[in-house]
């Protein structure tokens, strides 16, 4: 499938460096040719589109199935859109705290009654896949009235497909922002047509992805001003009514307190304000900020997938200005790299200003500069594959569990009843999180990476992370009012717990009175509240070949059980 689809983008790219060439050489084509060349250029973009879609889904699927994807955020909307089509409330027990109060994320209403059809975390997979692809489309349209060259276009939605830091957004768990990439694509094309209505749908859906929407929109709002000054002003009064009305509604949701993402920028303000008069005020401080080696690499991988023809508008790339400052002064190292989602809103502007940018080359350098530029674009983006996902980075890492390990897995929690509460590791939430109380182990035994404040960010970092003794860790195990199950899988990810922690914890589950094994597969055992302790230790004995006959023994028994699966506890 992956190579059929480099195959596909092979041929797109060729294709159209031929038939250009042939353009410079004045060889005119017949109407029916014309239309020919036309049906191909459609089954070619059809064939890249539909390639991206299943080169993604498939790999998203399979790590999802097999407990292998980083899946934190994604259990967060997970739980939250389920909320949301069951007609709950959406405050996700996943992260404590409302949905709204931690990202302006109403987009999510708008998803929820696909739940209704398919009641599975992979409808958001899927819902992102499908929108960055359709991405595509409105890049083809742009390109074609920008560049009368036939075939380039194609050359352009070969670039945006094969952009690593699309590629990267694509497979990262899933995040709304990503849906606003092809809806911000829209937006410049119709603002090329000044189809202003269609223009502001696709500003207002995209506003209602995160709150960092309405800076991107204020910026497009100065764009449009040399198109249509009425326009331009209203599109920038709009994002900032955006920008406001998200913060406060964060604020509204946060119990009155502002988002705790603006500790990112803690050395230059405590809030909005105080943070751009810091970043302002201290110039000298926010350069040498700016002057670093990670961000120069940072812009450079924004940049170089399209051959630096971004430059050549600057006027485009002046819109990503503020979202690149957001990302390149914040504290959070993933903001300085396109390995991650936060490059959703700058992609669709360093695209669209790569097609101005080859525009304004065949104005000022006519065919030669387009025929010297358009071999070093194809090139470039063949180049921006290898910081891709699908070639380097990540491809060859190994699955955490077998297919049949994964399957057992996932009967093993679907034994779990729709209406009790339980608390997994982070690889097991997306399959319990379709019910009121899904906690992330040790949440709720004590309280770690949730609520509202500043600490829960930190300690996603393993900063500010909680010491509990293996005494008092007994006594809340022992407490009443606790999860009814709880879900262990030692070969995921222990996110956030380090692994004395989950070591304590684990073992404090297995001595305690108050919860018996359940289930013990290959990768997962199972405890459940009030269930028979002597009646679990034989399940246990029987999986790890060991006679438990007291405490010590179920210790053992259960390293001897997690070392036989290569479970590394």
């Not at 089509?85 to 996943?94: C, P």
């Not at 829209?186 to 189809?195: C, E, Q």
């Not at 717990?497 to 001595?511: H, S, W």
């Not at 009646?535 to 007291?550: A, D, F, V």
Request: net charge positive; glycine share 6%.
């Amino acid at each position: 499938m992956i190579l059929g689809g480099i195959r596909h983008s092979v041929n797109s790219i060729a294709s159209p460096v031929v038939n250009v060439i042939r353009i410079f050489s004045n060889q005119k084509r017949n109407g029916q040719r014309a239309t020919a060349s036309c049906l191909q250029e459609r089954v070619c973009l059809w064939a890249m589109v539909l390639t991206f879609i299943l080169a993604v889904l498939w790999k998203s699927y399979s790590q999802l199935d097999r407990f292998s994807l980083q899946v934190y955020d994604l259990a967060i909307f997970d739980q939250a859109t389920w909320e949301i089509s069951r007609g709950h409330e959406a405050f996700v027990t996943v992260r404590g705290m409302h949905l709204l109060g931690d990202h302006f994320s109403l987009v999510i209403y708008l998803i929820a009654p696909l739940y209704w059809i398919w009641d599975s975390p992979k409808v958001l997979l899927t819902v992102q896949t499908v929108a960055l692809a359709v991405g595509a489309f409105p890049v083809y349209s742009l390109a074609q009235r920008k560049i009368a060259f036939s075939h380039v276009s194609l050359l352009f939605v070969a670039g945006y497909l094969l952009f690593p830091a699309l590629q990267w957004t694509a497979l990262d768990e899933f995040h709304p922002e990503a849906l606003g990439t092809p809806l911000l694509l829209g937006a410049f094309f119709y603002l090329d047509l000044k189809s202003w209505r269609a223009f502001f749908i696709c500003l207002t859906i995209a506003a209602l992805t995160k709150e960092t929407a309405g800076l991107l929109i204020v910026g497009i709002g100065f764009y449009a001003c040399k198109l249509n000054r009425k326009v331009g002003f209203a599109t920038i009064v709009y994002g900032l009514a955006w920008l406001v009305a998200s913060m406060l509604t964060i604020q509204h949701f946060n119990h009155g307190r502002p988002s705790a993402y603006l500790s990112f920028y803690e050395r230059y303000g405590s809030d909005l304000g105080s943070i751009f008069a810091g970043i302002v005020g201290d110039l000298p401080r926010t350069c040498s900020d700016l002057n670093t080696t990670t961000n120069g690499r940072y812009i450079f991988q924004l940049l170089q997938p399209l051959s630096c023809l971004s430059l050549f508008a600057p006027e485009v790339l002046l819109i990503t200005f503020p979202v690149i400052m957001a990302n390149v002064l914040s504290s959070r190292p993933e903001m300085h790299t396109t390995y991650i989602h936060y490059t959703a809103f700058l992609v669709p502007c360093v695209v669209v200003a790569a097609i101005h940018g080859l525009a304004r080359v065949n104005t000022f350098a006519g065919r030669i500069g387009v025929i010297v530029a358009l071999p070093f674009l194809a090139t470039c983006t063949f180049l921006g594959i290898v910081d891709g996902p699908f070639v380097i980075k990540g491809w060859h890492a190994p699955p955490r569990l077998t297919i049949e390990q994964a399957r057992e897995t996932r009967q093993i929690l679907d034994s779990v009843p729709n209406n009790a509460s339980i608390t997994a590791q982070v690889a097991l939430l997306p399959s319990v999180t379709h019910r009121i109380s899904a906690y992330l182990l040790p949440n709720p035994f004590y309280p770690v990476v949730v609520g509202p404040g500043v600490k829960a960010l930190h300690q996603q970092y393993g900063r500010d992370m909680p010491k509990i003794s293996r005494g008092a860790l007994r006594h809340i195990v022992n407490a009443a009012a606790l999860p009814q199950f709880v879900a262990v899988a030692p070969s995921t990810d222990i996110f956030p717990l380090a692994y004395g922690q989950y070591r304590d914890l684990v073992a404090t589950l297995n001595e305690s009175d108050r919860y018996g094994i359940v289930a013990v597969g290959k990768s997962v055992v199972l405890f459940e509240r009030d269930a028979d302790r002597f009646r679990g230790w034989q399940l246990l004995e029987r999986k790890s070949g060991q006679p438990i006959r007291n405490l010590s023994d179920v210790h053992k028994a259960f390293l001897n059980w997690s070392l036989q699966y290569d479970s590394g506890v």
